[in-house]
């Protein structure tokens, strides 16, 4: 399988500033990849250096193993992006300017565009200026996804979305992995990124600084419960239960964290009388850089 | 099919129309005061100026259409206003869109640099000459009736011509620092200022002496050969062609090789 993405010790310094510092990381083809970090370190950097709106200071990239400012033009036929600040002239209709950007890629069929904006609830006779950010970031979508491009680059594509149009968004990052296309996402939320990517990469101060299969992250997923029960509790089954750590009862309420599958926990309750139970989404971030053990051509944030 | 060309004219078309027909106004009513010119009012008036300050202001002649045009409608008002459009279209074209954060979204498409400069260079060229070509028509609606027929329509179209390519000299100038710089206030700055010191040149330098200063204007290779009078200039015109060509390539290759503003 060819890599879509392959950087070598890419690093860019605007002056003096910091903006990526030796970034070596590949993606494969029909992957998703998830691109954390918090502000500042270095994604949309990465991502305007893939695109060719910048250039890199060092190192190397390839796309679809081609230089990408000396192939810009091929490659971007291939790609879709969407700008972590997605403007264009709001002095004009949604309609047009999706049909000037289609026209550019030589064309996209009336029907995909239309399937599409009805899928976000878009009005695309609406002019740009008077739609909400949201709705603005709608038709950045719709620009990115119409002509099923071979690599998605997505620069924070969820912002300003309803949760509504977060999971529409998702459903067609699950279609664009199905038609075997390539995304390539960056967010600050691990949740919307795990929802669907195949690997996490997580970006500090300009350096990559964990890199991680999804499901090998599920696998150490730790959730934690906080039970109320209505009769007496049997301290010593919860204690017994594998991959079970900081049990405190307290009164009628039990908390503790699990590393395991509930199903053992499942048997335990089902001797109680169990009066209301909470159990916690795991953080995966936090989880994800406290077990992090850092695989190949992957830095260390050590200099940071 | 929609290209950047086409859609840069398209978005910019209300602002054209207002620029095309604001100096086809003012040039068409400035025109149609040349009977009473004619009758000697402006003669008496110039009277008093210094043979250099009429030379400087083409106002030898007033008295005759080509001598009274060249001097008001085609020495001031029309080129200025022209210039004003081609350096505003010039600006926007790179500098502005790109401050505006346009441009990422173009270039992340099968759009190369070049190309974009080019179908830039182009709108704001046939803006240029759409403005150029309605201030001709002005012209000759009201040529018989404001006694210019002593001008042909060659004559005024000659001029336009030269019209159409100052103007695209002077947004190509703010299209190519716009292109080096990536500034709009740079891009803007500086074609203003060359604009005023190329007029100055043209205008003032001869007086105080400087003479050979004028040939470094393109405001004299756009009226000093009086086209109303001349026809065609064709070295001219060449010259002001060559320059915006000159231009465009700067503007390519420094486009070419700088990171885009984010
Ligand atoms: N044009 C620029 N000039 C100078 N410094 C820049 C420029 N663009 C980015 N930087 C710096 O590079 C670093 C990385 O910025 P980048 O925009 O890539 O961050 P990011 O991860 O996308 O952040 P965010 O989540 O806020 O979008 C920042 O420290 C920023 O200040
Ligand atoms: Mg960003």
Redesign the interface.
């Not at chain 2, 099919?1 to 950047?4: L, W």
């Not at chain 2, 990422?104 to 190369?112: A, E, G």
């Given at each position: 399988m060819g890599y879509v993405i392959r950087l070598e010790k890419l690093s860019k310094t605007y002056g003096s500033r910091r903006g990526l510092v030796d970034l070596d990381l590949t993606v494969g083809e029909g992957e998703v990849f998830g691109y954390l970090g918090p502000n500042g370190a270095g994604k949309s950097t990465t991502i305007r250096l893939l695109l060719d709106l910048i250039r890199p200071t060092g190192g190397k990239a390839w796309l679809f193993d081609r230089n990408p400012s000396e192939h810009a033009v091929d490659l971007h036929r291939r790609i879709g992006y969407l700008a972590g600040d997605f403007v264009v002239n709001p002095r004009q209709r949604v309609s047009e300017c999706l049909t000037f950007l289609a026209a550019l890629r030589g064309g996209v069929p009336r029907q995909r565009i239309e399937d599409l904006a009805g899928r976000l609830d878009l009005d695309l006779s609406a002019r740009i200026k008077t739609l909400s950010k949201g709705n603005r970031q709608k038709v950045g979508l719709v620009q990115a996804f119409m002509h099923r491009p071979d690599l998605l680059i997505l620069d924070e594509p969820t912002s300003g979305l309803d949760p509504l149009v977060q999971q529409t968004f998702l459903d067609l990052v699950r279609e664009a992995r199905a038609a075997g296309q390539t995304v390539f996402m960056s967010s600050h939320i691990m949740t919307e990124v795990e929802a669907v990517a195949d690997r996490v990469g997580i970006i500090r101060e300009g350096r990559l600084v964990a890199l991680e299969a999804v499901a090998r992250l599920r696998d150490h997923a730790i959730h934690r419960f906080d039970i109320t029960f209505a009769g007496p509790i049997d301290q010593s089954a919860f204690a017994a239960l594998p991959g079970i750590s900081d049990l405190t009862i307290d009164g009628p309420t039990a908390q503790f964290a699990l590393a395991a599958s509930p199903n053992d926990l499942i048997r335990v309750l089902a001797r109680h009388e169990v009066a209301s139970i909470r159990a916690t989404e795991p953080d995966l971030e936090e989880l994800f850089l406290a077990h992090y053990q850092p695989a190949d051509g992957v830095q260390e944030n050590s200099n940071a | 099919?929609?290209?950047?060309l086409t859609?840069t004219l398209w978005?910019s078309r209300r602002g054209l129309a207002g620029f095309a027909l604001g100096t086809a106004l003012v040039g068409a009513m400035y025109a149609s005061f040349y009977p009473q010119i004619a009758d000697g009012a402006m003669e008496q008036a110039v009277e008093g100026f210094s043979p250099a300050l009429r030379e400087a202001l083409n106002m030898e002649d007033i008295a005759s259409a080509a001598g009274y045009l060249g001097s008001s409608v085609f020495g001031i008002l029309v080129p200025l206003i022209a210039v004003i459009y081609g350096i505003a279209t010039g600006t926007r074209a790179i500098a502005g869109d790109e401050e505006?954060?346009?441009l990422?979204?173009?270039?992340?498409?099968?759009?190369?640099r070049t190309r974009l400069v080019l179908h830039r260079l182009g709108a704001l060229a046939i803006g240029s000459f759409t403005l150029a070509a309605v201030v001709l028509l002005a012209m000759l609606a009201v040529r018989t009736g404001a006694r210019l027929d002593t001008i042909t329509i060659a004559q005024f179209a000659a001029q336009c011509v030269a019209l159409g390519l100052l103007a695209t000299l002077f947004g190509t100038i703010a299209i190519t620092v716009g292109a080096a710089t990536g500034s709009r206030a740079t891009a803007l700055a500086s074609s203003t200022v060359l604009g005023v010191l190329c007029y100055a040149a043209d205008t003032v330098a001869p007086q105080i002496g400087a003479d050979g200063a004028r040939y470094l204007s393109p405001f004299h290779y756009y009226i000093g050969n009086q086209p109303l009078r001349n026809g065609f200039q064709w070295i001219d015109l060449g010259i002001l062609l060559a320059t915006i060509i000159v231009l465009g390539a700067l503007a390519v290759v420094s486009f070419n090789r700088r990171?885009?503003a984010?």
């Open positions: - | 099919m929609p290209n950047v859609k978005d505006a954060g346009y990422d979204l173009l270039l992340s498409h099968p759009v190369s990171d885009l984010s």
